[in-house]
């Protein structure tokens, strides 16, 4: 039995950066990627609380992701309170892990809102439109609304947030029978510096 051949990236440090960025990138285009949904890990008065979100952009540039949120939810309330998050995604085909560790500023009321709801689909703005607001406690499942896309449009903004995360340290885990490689970055004033750690 033939093995495919090792990725570009599985003893090239820069290689794996790129990669790492690249299927972040992809995964924000692309609703098939297994990294188009990440567990987004935040901070509540009672301990941590895990989700999953969309992921919306990746900016290697930057070092920043972006999903959304209602601002009515949990997660807005708790990345008000304190920014420290963390996201986890995995891709089954790749067999590669992301983990990003940063610190999370909500975006309500300003440009990079706007142009993000400008950018959402008619579909996804439904949901900002719900009654009750997420998390609210219901007397049956079915005992809430959702606007129509028309309705959404207006209805649901009040409640859209866009969440850009800036990433303070990056993980990237490779598995493979002929040695797993997984490498991790932390940023400084100076740029991103990083190397190989035990998987």
């Keep these: 039995m033939t093995r495919a051949p090792l990725p570009d990236f599985y003893d090239d440090l820069d290689a794996t950066f790129a990669a790492l960025w690249r299927l972040l990138g992809d995964g924000a285009a692309q609703g098939r990627s297994g990294f188009h949904l990440a567990a987004l890990a935040t901070l509540s008065p009672d301990g941590p609380r895990l989700r999953t979100v969309v992921l919306r952009e990746a900016d290697a540039e930057s070092g920043t992701l972006r999903f959304h949120c209602d601002r009515r939810s949990d997660k807005a309330a708790e990345i008000l309170e304190n920014p ?57 499942g079915d005992a809430y609304t959702l606007p129509d896309e028309e309705t959404a449009a207006t209805l649901g903004r009040p409640h859209f947030a866009a969440v850009m995360v800036r990433a303070e340290r990056l993980d990237f885990l490779y598995l493979d029978r002929r040695g797993h490689r997984r490498a991790a970055w932390k940023r400084s004033p100076t740029g991103w510096s990083g190397g190989w750690i035990a998987p």
């Design 84 to 140: 420290a998050c963390a996201l986890a995604a995995y891709d089954e085909a790749s067999k590669i892990q992301i983990r990003i560790e940063g610190r999370a500023t909500l975006h309500a009321d300003d440009s990079v809102a706007e142009a993000a709801w400008a950018g959402s689909r008619a579909m996804s703005r439904v949901c900002y439109g719900a009654d009750p607001a997420p998390g609210t406690a219901l007397p049956t």
